[in-house]
C-alpha cells in the first residue's frame, strides 16, 4: 500500500481547553472549490465508486473558546462530514471525474475519514486568535490495488477583536476548502487515479 500525506499551513499550534457551555458555528462551503481544476483532469479516468466519509474524530466538538478564564466548546450547525462530503463531490464533478451510479458498479473505489477538524481562540484585550487546523484520509482501491493519501489545512489568524465563534467558522471554513482543494492540486492523486484506470 503506498501512502501520501499532504497539508498547506499557514501556521500550527496545538490547541487543547476545557469546556463549560456549548455554542454552535455554521461553517460554510468556498465557491473557491473546485475552481483549480480543469475538466480534462478527470477524463479517461474510470469512476469514482463513492463510500463516503467517515468522521473518525474523537468528538464532535470543533471548537474551544477562551476568554479569561472561561472556556466554552463550539460544535457545528450541520455535519462536518456531510459538508466534507458535498464539497469533495462538487470538486471532483468539476474536475471532470464521474461518479458510478450504484456501489456495485466497476470503478475505483474511494472512502474518506476525517481525522481532525479543531478551531481554538482566545481573546486579548485589543487583538483575537484563532488556530485552526483539520485532516482527512482519502482511500482509493482498484482490483486488489490502493493507495492512500492524506490532506490537511491550518490557518493561524489573528485580527481586531470580534464575536470569537465569528472567527472560528472563517477559518474552519477556510481549512475545510484547504483539505478539499489539496486533493486535486497534489500530483500524485491525479496520477494515481490514472494508474489505477488502466
Not at 476545557?18 to 462551503?29: D, N, P, R, S, V
Not at 475552481?35 to 474524530?57: E, F, L, Y
Not at 491550518?154 to 472563517?170: P, T
Request: net charge positive; hydrophobic share 40%.
Amino acid at each position: 500500500m503506498k501512502k501520501f500525506f499532504t497539508i498547506l499551513a499557514c501556521s500550527l499550534i496545538a490547541v487543547s481547553a476545557a469546556h463549560a457551555e456549548t455554542l454552535t458555528a455554521t461553517i460554510k462551503l468556498s465557491p473557491t472549490i473546485g475552481s483549480q481544476c480543469a475538466p480534462s483532469m478527470g477524463k479517461g479516468v474510470a469512476p469514482i465508486v463513492w463510500s463516503g466519509v467517515n468522521d473518525k474524530r474523537p468528538a464532535a466538538v470543533i471548537g474551544v473558546l477562551t476568554q479569561k478564564k472561561e472556556q466554552t466548546e463550539v460544535v457545528a450547525s450541520e455535519p462536518v462530514a456531510k459538508l466534507l462530503e458535498q464539497g469533495l463531490k462538487t470538486m471532483f464533478e468539476k474536475c471532470g471525474y464521474t461518479f458510478a451510479s450504484n456501489a456495485n458498479a466497476a470503478g475505483i473505489k474511494m472512502s474518506v475519514d476525517l481525522t481532525d477538524f479543531f478551531a481554538g481562540s482566545k481573546k486579548g484585550l485589543i487583538t483575537g486568535e484563532t488556530l485552526a487546523q483539520g485532516m482527512m484520509t482519502v482511500s482509493v482501491v482498484k482490483a486488489g490495488r490502493s493507495v492512500d493519501f492524506e490532506f490537511g489545512g491550518e490557518v493561524h489568524d489573528k485580527g481586531l477583536r470580534k464575536k470569537n465563534v465569528k472567527k472560528i467558522e472563517s477559518t474552519l471554513s477556510d481549512v475545510l476548502a484547504m483539505m478539499i482543494n489539496n486533493v486535486t492540486s497534489t500530483n500524485k492523486f491525479a496520477e494515481a487515479m490514472n494508474d489505477l484506470s488502466k
